[in-house]
Structure formats: structure tokens, C-alpha cells
């Protein structure tokens, strides 16, 4: 995004000089909740503003006295990697009457708060919206009952309030995710992970309840995620007769070589005379009908619990600061406002508006008007349900096309899908994503081993609906990955596409699999071969592709990074006043050491696309020495591993070594191949999983439309593209116009988004920069998204 400089503003120009800023934590705890309060701490004492910490949510703004305590910089200080919520939050209802109210009012008069910072579900900012409705006649009451003087009354006659959505239920209207929604899921995974292999065991159905009175999301995306053979929601009750068509898909799995069924109930699952479906009722009609050994495990608090996910803290830290920002804006005039993400786009919302729709899916819910209830329930949520939809169904043979149809009204086209570059995380669930898909669009889905290397040795065979089970949970490439490109070996490929007929190509990996579609589309020229559709979906650690400002890997990449410097931090503040160097993986990229400085609260992070000479160093050396006079003893500095070629990892710890001598000690640590492995996250699955089904479902409309003559044959640019997610929306995008946006040296983006969160990064390590807020969320409006008409 190319701004002119003079349109650029800086929030030097915002000061927080004279304000008080109070925040508070209510209604059910969430992960990340820490974090953001960290954020609004630090980001308000940064611009000049006093902050206040409201210990026990509305409770202690009622209460009063040492409920409400001025936060300072170190008072925050480790709580980024704690669940829950560390100030406190209570279910209060007195805060619902209107004496709460008037004393609450009092209480922060007394301190001159004006500007309010809620995190909390729908219900906590409602009352927070109520409270500022009513706080011109509750400062009159408060003068004529004489508590306060006339001056008091006119010097905190506005109240301002920012809200951030802190709930795991994922069920706020008008935001992708709630805090502490990404670390539920974590919480589910890994129980479903670690259930899945005792059931397998045993041949076990395993019926687990997650929580989620009134919203599916998480049952939804955690029976995406781990591929459950049924999933109970809300917002989707099953048709009467239901039992049978469930039971029946169960023993249509376990002949199918499965040894296990998963089922995924959300606690407020009904069906559709809105009547409860309970997990034991699930268990007795599995016992009943099938006769198969069947478990029932309640998750209950555990998803609440544990500590917040890398995903939770980045997007609590981004929402903190934006927060501040909004309070800083706020007039008499603007509503009070809401910040959230959409893509990966802050936002604000109006309060209010978003609240009246959340209450609206209810309405549409208790109406039995489920359709419309989904479709309120936004973007992200329908995705997900479209997506699961698509995989659940499993078409029997005989629905499947024959051979003898004509085409392509039955399409029955071959479509090769295959891995290429590093393995990542969250490829596995891409593949059978794209597998299962491609054959209930009545293809035929052929897997390449070893990516192109396979590809031209002839490691290509037919994949079934029944070869991919079991596949989202897997860390690494199950059908193997090579960096090898294509271009030295375009005979032989193209040989292999003709022998196997391939009609169209998958390719799922990194900054090789770019190449090798940009070489294939090039060589279409030479060879009618290679004149079929074909895309890529990214998927690296890295996070280096041009054209989508996320790969599939990246967040399971953070996630260990998060967790390595969690553990890392833990040791340095035992032995104290100890400094971490910690190299990342990455390439030319800094997206892990940028983003997971972030979210491990790093003091400095090196990267290439931001460059930095000795005087840096010098400067941040001097930073850390002044932090270890503080109560903070201890350090924690990232360095991707190219940021610079002379600045080696161990000459920064030899710097920081001798420059730190008889303030602080250095250790180094090197994080490796370690940021490559492990179980998918919840994200990365899901983003596969939903990422393949979009490329598979763009492949079969490009078959259609290039079937000509008894054969496909496809040479148009828009034929090879890239899928991306850019900013809101997931994008096609032809690779060759991708080239100009590459820096192919150092196969990296010349764009890239994440650059814009570095400045957050070091206002939360207390460094003095300068933020771009041009970028930072405009008041926007619910968008209600009409139902589509049908043709």
C-alpha cells in the first residue's frame, strides 16, 4: 500500500497528556485477555496518559477504593503468556442496577477517568454502552446529592468507551475472532489429538461436548479441524430422522477401514423442535443402533484454560493499542465503538450495532429461522459450514460418473494434486481437503509423490476418499516434498501428463511451488501439455509468498517459536538479569521473528527487510541495561537468519556479551528444523482444509470453461494462478503478474503487510518510534449480507 508521505499520520500528533484511562476484564475469562490489557497499559502510558487497572470487572468499579489502581509499565509486565484474565473478572449485578451505576460513576469521577477500555463478551459492553448513555444524569445526581462539585462534573462530563470482544465462543457479530477463541481451539485439538490414538486402540466413537451455548463455531471448526465424522450445532439442527443417517455414516466409516468415529456436540445443540441433544442421548443411540463401544468426554473448563495461543496474542496486542487509539479519537459525537479484525484488517464498529445483530441470531435462532441466523453470523462463520458441508458428504460409487457418460456435463477429469519445497505444517489437511473435494465434484484425484522430482520419475497414482483419512492432524508432507523445480525436466513431466491424462494441477507449497507454476505456465508455449488449469496454494513457515499475506504453517511455525520463548523466558528470569539471543527460521523473511517478537514480548528483533547497523545494536544494548535496573531483569532479542550477513547470530551474542559485562549474560539459542515440525494448529488445518476446497471448486470452473472439442486445453494467464488471502478476501491471481510484486534474490514479497506491526512490537518494548495510524481502523458499519437471490 503505497501512501504519499504527506497523507501518512503519525499518532505523535494523538497525545493521551491529561487523560485517564481505566481497564477493566468482565463476564467469562478468555485467553489473550492479559495480553490486551498489556497493550492498552502500555500503549496509554506511551502516548502520556495515566491507566488504571479495574481489579474484578464492574464489581470493583462499584466497589471502588483499592479495586481501582493506577498500572504502571512493570506492572504488566509477564503476563502476555498467562490465560485468564490476571486483574480479575466477575458476573455483577449490582453494576445492572441503577444505584451500581451511580456509585460506579462516583468512583471514577473521584480519579477523573473518562475514557473506559471493556473487554468482555456482548453482555459487559452493553452495559458499558447503557452506563455511558446515562452519564450526564448520573454526574447531575452525583453534584445534587453533593458527592462531586460543579468543576468535577465539568471536567469529566464525556465518558469514552473502546470495546474489545474477549470471549472463546467466537459469537460477537461483526468480528472474524473473539480473543481467546484460537487458544479454545488449541485446548480441543490437543484433547481430540490425544483421544484419537486410544480410540484407535480400542475401536472406539468418541462424543465430545464443547462449549458454546448458542454458537457452534468452536464444535464447527474443531470437527473441521480434526475431521469428526458428525458435528451437532445450534445454528444447524439436524432433520428429523437424523439418528439413522448419523449411525448409518458411522458403520459406512468403519467399513471403510476407519477404527475410530469422532462426534462433536456443541452444549447448546438442539434439533429441529428446539429440543437438546445431550451426549449421552448420542451415546445410547450408538450403543442401540450399532452396537459400538462408545465414550462420552465433556471438555468443559479445560478450553478455557491454559495459556493463550500465539494467534490470541497478536490479536489482543493489535487491539490494545488500537484500542488507545480509539479512545484518543473519541468525541462527544462518535458512538461507542467496537476494534476487531476482519482478514487480518483492523477495524471499529459501532457498538451497538454490532450487539443488535449478535441479539438478532438469537432471535432468528428462537424463530427456528436458522438460515438467516447463519448468515448474520458472518463471513467466517458460513465459510466454515460451507466447507464442512462439502467434506461430510461422501457420494457413494454408484453416484459417482461413469466412464461411459459423455462429458463434461459429468466431468470426470484427472487432477493431480502434489507438495513442493519445504514441508509445513497444515499440508496433510490441504491435500485430503482437496482430495475429497475434487471427488465429490466427480473427479478423479491423482497424488504425486515427492513433488516435481516425483512428477517427471512417474510417482503419480490415483488417491481415494478412504487414502486421506486420518490426514489433518499430521504434521509434514505425508505425500513427500522436494525443492527439486521443473524446468530442467519439462519432457519427462510433460510425458507423465499425457500418459496419466492429467487435466489439471494442485500445487501445494512454498516459494518453489511459485517457481514451478510460474516455469510450467511459461513453458505452455512449447508444450500443449502444460496448457491446462493449474494453481498454487501457499504453504511455508515462512510466510514469504507473494500474493497472499498468509501460508499455511506459518501460525504452527509461531506457535513453537511462542512457546520455545515462553520456556526461554521462564529460565531467564529464574537466573535473572539474563539475555536470550534467539535465531529464527525464515529465509530473507522476517514474518517469525517480527511476529513472534510480538507475541513472546521481545525486546528487539533483527530482520532483513528492515535494515540496521552498528549504532542499532549499540542502542539497543543500552536499552536493555537501563530495563535491568528496572524490575524487569531479564531479556529475550530475535534475529531471523538472514537479516544480515556480517551481524551473525553469534557476533550479536559476542556484542551483547562483552557490551553487557557486569549488567546482564547472554545466551544464545538456535531454534532450527524444530519451527517445521509438529501437529498442525487449529488455524493452520482449518486454512488448509478451506484454502484446497476453494482451489479444487476454481479448477472444476476452469475445466468447464476450457473444455472444448473432447479435450481441456487452457493457456489464458488467469489458467495458472495463485490463490491468496489479501487482506479480507481469499484472491485468484494470475502468477505471471505476480512477478513484478517479487523479489526473486531473496524470494521475498516487495510488499509486505506484517512490516506495519513492527512499530507495535517496539512501543510494547518501550522503544520511541514513530506508528503509521493511516493504516490503523476508520469507523465502519455492520455489513448485513442479503441473502443471495437465486437465478
Known amino acids: 500500500m503505497a501512501k504519499r508521505q504527506d497523507t501518512k499520520k503519525f499518532f505523535e500528533n494523538l497525545s493521551g497528556a491529561g487523560k485517564s484511562i481505566g481497564v477493566l476484564t468482565s463476564g467469562g475469562d478468555a485467553q489473550g485477555m492479559n495480553a490486551a490489557v498489556r497493550a492498552v497499559v502500555r500503549m496509554g502510558i506511551y502516548v502520556g496518559a495515566k491507566v488504571y487497572f479495574v481489579h474484578e470487572g464492574y464489581q470493583g468499579m462499584v466497589d471502588g477504593g483499592d479495586n481501582i489502581e493506577e498500572a504502571s509499565w512493570e506492572s504488566v509486565s509477564s503476563m502476555l503468556q498467562v490465560g485468564g484474565t490476571v486483574i480479575g473478572s466477575a458476573r455483577c449485578k449490582e453494576f445492572r442496577s441503577h444505584e451500581g451505576r451511580l456509585k460506579a460513576a462516583h468512583h471514577l469521577v473521584q480519579r477523573d477517568i473518562t475514557n473506559l477500555c471493556v473487554i468482555g463478551g456482548d453482555g459487559s459492553l452493553t452495559g458499558a454502552n447503557l452506563f455511558r448513555e446515562e452519564w450526564s444524569g448520573l454526574l447531575e445526581e452525583l453534584v445534587q446529592q453533593g458527592l462531586i462539585d460543579e468543576k468535577a462534573a465539568q471536567n469529566n462530563s464525556e465518558l469514552h468507551i473502546v470495546g474489545m470482544v474477549g470471549s472463546i465462543d467466537n459469537d460477537f457479530c461483526g468480528t472474524d475472532m473473539t480473543i481467546g477463541t484460537d487458544s479454545a481451539l488449541h485446548r480441543i485439538i490437543e ?363 506459518a501460525d504452527t511455525a509461531l506457535n513453537a517459536i511462542t512457546d520455545t520463548c515462553d520456556r526461554i523466558k521462564q529460565s531467564a528470569s529464574g537466573t535473572k538479569r539474563r539475555v536470550f539471543i534467539i535465531e529464527t527460521m525464515g529465509g530473507y523473511c522476517g514474518y517469525l521473528a517480527s511476529v513472534g517478537g510480538l507475541a513472546a514480548g521481545a525486546d528487539a528483533v533483527y530482520i532483513y527487510e528492515e535494515p540496521f547497523d552498528i549504532r542499532d545494536l549499540q542502542s539497543n544494548v543500552e536499552h536493555l541495561t537501563e530495563k535491568m535496573k528496572t524490575g524487569i531483569q531479564r531479556g529475550l532479542v530475535l534475529r531471523n537468519e538472514n537479516s544480515n550477513e556480517n551481524f551473525t547470530t553469534d557476533f550479536i551474542y559476542q556484542l551483547y556479551s562483552e557490551e553487557g559485562k557486569g549488567v546482564f549474560d547472554c545466551r544464545k539459542n538456535v531454534l532450527g528444523h524444530m519451527q517445521q515440525g509438529g501437529a498442525p494448529s487449529p488455524f493452520d488445518r482449518n486454512f488448509g482444509t478451506k484454502i484446497a476446497a476453494k482451489a479444487i471448486q476454481w479448477i472444476s470452473r476452469k475445466l468447464k470453461e476450457s473444455y472444448k472439442e473432447g479435450k481441456v486445453f487452457a493457456n489464458t494467464e488467469d489458467t495458472a494462478c495463485l490463490l491468496g488471502m489479501r487482506r479480507r478476501a481469499m484472491v485468484f491471481q494470475p502468477v505471471v503478474q505476480l512477478k513484478d510484486q517479487t523479489d526473486f534474490v531473496h524470494r521475498i514479497p516487495k510488499e509486505q503487510w506484517w512490516l506495519k506491526l513492527r512499530p507495535l512490537m517496539k512501543i510494547l518494548a518501550k522503544y520511541k518510534t514513530s506508528y503509521d495510524v493511516s493504516d490503523s481502523g476508520q469507523l465502519e458499519h455492520v455489513t448485513r449480507v442479503r441473502p443471495k437471490k437465486v437465478d
Open 191 to 553: 484433547v481430540v489429538d490425544a483421544i484419537m490414538t486410544t480410540a484407535q486402540s480400542h475401536q472406539r466413537t468418541f462424543v465430545l461436548e464443547v462449549m458454546g451455548r448458542h454458537c457452534g463455531y468452536l464444535a464447527l471448526v474443531s470437527a473441521l479441524a480434526c475431521g469428526a465424522d458428525w458435528v451437532l450445532i445450534p445454528e444447524m439442527p439436524p432433520e428429523d430422522g437424523w439418528e439413522e443417517q448419523m449411525c448409518q455414516k458411522l458403520s459406512e466409516n468403519r467399513a471403510d477401514k476407519k477404527r475410530l468415529n469422532i462426534i462433536i456436540v456443541a452444549e447448546g445443540a438442539i434439533d429441529s423442535h428446539n429440543k437438546p441433544i445431550t451426549t449421552d442421548h448420542i451415546k445410547e443411540l450408538v450403543v442401540s443402533c450399532l452396537g459400538f463401544d462408545t465414550r462420552v468426554t465433556i471438555l468443559g473448563h479445560v478450553q478455557r484454560g491454559g495459556t493463550p495461543s500465539a494467534f490470541d496474542r497478536i490479536l489482543a496486542s493489535r487491539m490494545g493499542v488500537e484500542a488507545v487509539l480509539a479512545l484518543l479519537e473519541a468525541s462527544a459525537s462518535t458512538p461507542a465503538c467496537v476494534v476487531s479484525l476482519c482478514g487480518n484488517q483492523a477495524v471499529r464498529l459501532p457498538l451497538m450495532e454490532c450487539v443488535q445483530m449478535t441479539q438478532d441470531v438469537q432471535k432468528a435462532m428462537d424463530e427456528k429461522n436458522f438460515e438467516e441466523a447463519v448468515r448474520l453470523r458472518g463471513r467466517s462463520f458460513e465459510n466454515n459450514l460451507n466447507t464442512y458441508k462439502l467434506l461430510s458428504y461422501r457420494k457413494a460409487d454408484s453416484e459417482l460418473p461413469n466412464e461411459e457418460d459423455e462429458l463434461p456435463n459429468n466431468s470426470s477429469f484427472n487432477v493431480a494434486v502434489l507438495n513442493v519445497g519445504a514441508p509445513a505444517a497444515g499440508m496433510n489437511a490441504a491435500v485430503r481437503s482437496a482430495v475429497r473435494v475434487g471427488i465429490t465434484e466427480g473427479h478423479k484425484m491423482f497424488a504425486v509423490n515427492d513433488g516435481f522430482e516425483g512428477f517427471y520419475k512417474g510417482q503419480i497414482k490415483e488417491i481415494k476418499w478412504g487414502d486421506v483419512g486420518g490426514w489433518t492432524g499430521q504434521g509434514g508432507s505425508i505425500l513427500g516434498t522436494k525443492r527439486t523445480l521443473p524446468a530442467k525436466h519439462l519432457d519427462k513431466i510433460a510425458e507423465q501428463i499425457r500418459i496419466h491424462n492429467i487435466n489439471a494441477l494442485l500445487v501445494i507449497g512454498g516459494f518453489e511451488a511459485f517457481l514451478g507454476v510460474m516455469e510450467l505456465s511459461a513453458a505452455r508455449e512449447k508444450y500443449n501439455e502444460f496448457c491446462v488449469p493449474m494453481v498454487m496454494v501457499p504453504a511455508t513457515v515462512s510466510n514469504n509468498i507473494p500474493g497472499s499475506d498468509l501460508s499455511i504453517g
